[in-house]
């Protein structure tokens, strides 16, 4: 029987992610369930460290844009929480998008 994590994962890798710079689902705790940066897998199972995850946790969604001198663009941070079916915070999607216009 899979983990969370490999559940998690496995729909993460179904997803088309090509326009996510980072996406990632955490739980409730703040642990990462899964990842689509495949050069930072080990980041799955170990504690977010982004405040604005620690907020969605807490029932507070943020986002916030800013320009990502790396990739040359402006770029949208978010993380929303996840309620489960009592209406209590499960977890959290964080994001990162590229704001740069494809040609």
Do not use: C, W
Request: charged residues 25%; proline residues 2%.
């Amino acid at each position: 029987m899979p983990t969370l994590e490999q559940e998690v994962q496995s729909v993460i890798d179904d997803i088309d992610t090509k326009d996510f710079t980072t996406l990632q689902v955490v739980n409730s705790q703040g642990k990462v369930l899964g990842t689509n940066d495949t050069l930072n897998y080990d980041i799955v199972g170990k504690k977010s460290t982004e405040d604005i995850v620690q907020y969605a946790l807490g029932g507070s969604d943020q986002d916030k844009t800013f320009y990502d001198p790396q990739i040359d663009s402006r770029v949208l941070v978010k993380a929303v929480h996840i309620n489960d079916k009592n209406g209590d915070v499960a977890g959290a999607i964080y994001m990162v998008v590229s704001l740069k216009k494809r040609v």
